[in-house]
Nanobody, 114 residues
């Protein structure tokens, strides 16, 4: 069973920044990819993901504002969110994939509001 420790969510004003952390319970290179998804009312959508080779991909609405990185020694993936907007408000979930298997964290709330 894969376990996640997600942290860094909270309340921030529009234009502000937050950094989310996702610590995975095993070697991060065991996974094809680790990333962040979010869910407001509606479907869960890709925010950002980094694969085992270091390639990244982003959701269209965040690609110019968010970055994703990892600390291999700490088995941790970071999501740096800048220029936050009210529409970024959602529960953010860490996800790790091994082939077709998906593992999800419990989520952390991000609220962007003045």
């Amino acid at each position: 069973q894969v376990h996640f420790v997600e942290s860094g969510g909270g309340l921030v004003q529009p234009g502000g920044s937050l950094r989310l952390s996702c610590k995975v319970s095993e070697n991060i290179f065991n996974f094809n990819a680790v990333g962040w998804y979010r869910q407001a009312p509606g479907e869960r959508e890709l925010v950002a993901e980094i694969n085992v080779g270091g390639r990244t991909r982003f959701g269209d609405s965040v690609k110019d504002r968010f970055t994703i990185s990892r600390d291999n020694a700490k088995n941790t993936v970071y999501l740096q969110m800048n220029s936050l907007k009210p529409e970024d408000t959602a529960v953010y979930y860490c996800r790790a994939t091994i082939l077709s298997r998906l593992y999800w964290g419990q989520g952390t709330q991000v609220t962007v509001s003045s």
